[in-house]
């Protein structure tokens, strides 16, 4: 079991930056891969970005440019950075991480919200 606790969700205006941070029960280094995941009110979870135990981050095509996924090492995070955001943006952000690459096993965080508004 790998538990998974978002934080950083809120409300913001648009233009704003926010960051989110998942911080994980097991070391972060060691995970098979994590993902951020977005899920808007009566659309389907989509996500947003990933990144496998090689550090190197992979982003959707229309995903490309406004967000940002980084591991922390020294306090076992993973961040999802946000520019310029949109309304279009407002979610519920969730964590996400297949720990193993031989086992097709999933573990979600409980999400945060973000709200961009005026």
């Known amino acids: 079991q790998v538990q998974l606790v978002e934080s950083g969700g809120g409300l913001v205006q648009p233009g704003g930056s926010l960051r989110l941070s998942c911080a994980a029960s097991e070391r972060i280094d060691s995970l098979y891969v994590m993902a951020w995941y977005r899920q808007a009110p009566g659309k389907q979870r989509e996500q947003v970005g990933s990144m496998t135990r090689g550090n190197t981050p992979f982003y959707p095509d229309n995903k490309q440019g406004r967000f940002t996924i980084s591991r922390h090492s020294a306090n076992n995070t993973l961040s999802l950075q946000i520019n310029n955001l949109k309304p279009e943006d407002t979610a519920v952000y969730y964590c996400?991480?297949?720990?193993?690459?031989?086992?097709?096993?999933?573990?979600w965080g409980q999400g945060t919200q973000v709200t961009v508004s005026a």
């Open positions: 996400y991480t297949r720990p193993w690459d031989y086992r097709p096993t999933d573990f």
